[in-house]
């Protein structure tokens, strides 16, 4: 606790100190160190997080940095909306057990083995992921893969590693599948058809590749899956049996209609003459709107349970700094800096952006790198028009990088946290760390280079 407090102390201040050196203002310097110690509180005490952000944004007001009408401006408050939208939506489709219906028809394959269980879970886990939000897929698929390993007398933690391992990479593959997407999409102008011609089709290749690293790394637990299946198979079966019915019916629905409007919503606002994203933003409350009506009995548990409002606050008061950052003058202070030290070459700065922001979403949440990374982006941006690759490097480092330690994201926090407390389980960190490693620095690279790779067609396209 001693060192923690020390280095939570004493790193701020260096941070400070050496930004004064190199060139900022006391005024700017004094917003760094502010931002330095939220970060690195959140990081140190995890559970004191909003504490930490809470009396840090005081600081920024006492020190005349920010006003109530910035805060309103800077909180994002576009994609606080939209989350609160489809965690109500996610919900209700919980709630009506079409998560367990799905899976229990996949346990009636034929043949099941434990090869195409291990598969079938991962891939579920990024589907889920890409369409429902990290965090909520999460929760569902850890309790299936609990419920999986009672029944099967068999360790859930090889399981769960791969599941999340997993469950990030999908998080990459949609517009939706992660705050950050969203976080990305608003500040870099970029449409839901933009992340389905873009990461959808990296997202997809990068989990095959996966699949097959982590299909070889456990080789012997599936071994050992395949023989427990094949014994308990019927139990199971007995166990997930679920009946489709008119609420699960009425359930995907509304959700598929959701997300229609959201896959077009870039035609539709021009169709309609309305500004860029206003139908991103609103469409999942409108949805939520018609669920509270469906089900009013229950309409308090999904406002109340269902969204995540301790994180919700988290995102509102880390977006506001890191508007402070970007409105101080900070962010364009870095970007130029960067921008001179890269040479302004285009690859250069999309490989130090996509394995800074991998490196260090894996010691930090991967929202609060994309937060800090987001300002700095946008600057480079407008110095550099070409530079829209960097977005998706940003993306693709954060969420990638989520799987190198058991805290790089939502929802690692998430599974460790329900292993732990549902069945008394500790994972052990380093387990992870080891095949982390490997997944996500070959993810890494095979990312980068596909993002080059396109950038490169594109411009090509541009010229022709």
């Not at 989350?83 to 034929?110: N, Y």
């Not at 977006?319 to 950052?325: D, H, L």
């Not at 921008?339 to 394995?355: A, N």
Request: charged share 15%; glycine share 6%; net charge positive.
């Amino acid at each position: 606790m001693l060192k923690k407090l020390s280095f939570l102390v004493l790193l701020p201040l260096l941070f400070a100190f050496l930004s004064r050196f190199a060139g900022v203002s006391n005024q700017q310097a004094a917003i760094i160190g502010v931002f330095a110690i939220s970060i690195l509180g959140t990081l140190f005490f995890w559970d004191l997080r909003l504490g930490f952000l809470f009396v840090g944004s005081g600081v920024l007001f006492l020190i005349h940095s920010i006003d109530m009408e910035q805060f309103i401006q800077y909180a994002s408050l576009d994609v606080i909306f939209f989350l609160v939208g489809m965690m109500i939506v996610v919900a209700s489709m919980k709630d009506s057990g079409l998560f367990e219906w799905l899976v229990s028809a996949i346990l009636k394959t034929r043949n099941l083995s434990g090869t195409k269980m291990f598969i079938v879970i991962m891939v579920l886990s990024a589907v889920f992921s890409g369409f429902t939000g990290e965090a909520a897929s999460i929760v569902v698929i850890m309790a299936i893969i609990l419920e999986l390993c009672d029944l099967l007398e068999i360790n859930p933690v090889p399981l769960i590693i791969s599941s999340v391992l997993a469950t990030n990479i999908g998080s990459a593959a949609t517009l939706f599948g992660n705050p950050i997407g969203i976080i990305i999409a608003l500040r870099g102008k970029l449409s839901f058809e933009d992340f389905l011609t873009h990461s959808l089709p990296i997202s997809v290749f990068l989990l095959v590749i996966t699949v097959c690293i982590l299909s070889l790394w456990y080789r012997s637990y599936i071994k050992e899956l395949s023989s427990k299946l094949k014994a308990k198979r019927a139990e199971i079966l007995a166990k997930h049996s679920m009946r489709w019915d008119a609420e699960k019916q009425t359930s995907l629905i509304i959700f598929t209609v959701m997300l229609l409007i959201i896959a077009f919503h870039k035609r539709l606002e021009i169709l309609l003459g309305l500004e860029n994203n206003t139908l991103l933003i609103i469409t999942p409350i409108v949805f939520a709107g018609f669920v509270i009506f469906l089900h009013r009995a229950r309409a308090i548990n999904y406002i109340e349970n269902g969204v995540e409002w301790g994180s919700l606050l988290f995102f509102m008061f880390l977006f506001m700094q890191a508007g402070v950052i970007q409105s101080s003058g900070v962010a364009q202070f870095f970007a130029e800096r960067l921008m001179h030290s890269t040479g302004g070459d285009d690859r250069l700065l999309c490989g130090v952006t996509i394995f800074s922001s991998g490196i260090l979403s894996g010691v930090l949440d991967n929202t609060v790198v994309v937060a800090s990374f987001v300002p700095v982006v946008k600057n480079l941006q407008m110095t550099h028009m070409t530079l829209r690759p960097l977005w998706w490097c940003l993306l693709f480092g954060a969420c990638l990088g989520g799987n190198l330690t058991a805290i790089g994201s939502t929802a690692n926090i998430i599974a460790v946290g329900m292993l732990e407390r549902q069945r008394k389980i500790k994972l052990d960190f380093i387990e992870w760390l080891k095949i982390g490693t490997i997944v996500t620095l070959v993810t890494l690279i095979i990312a980068f280079v596909c993002i080059v790779y396109l950038s490169l067609v594109s411009s090509n396209k541009l010229n022709k």
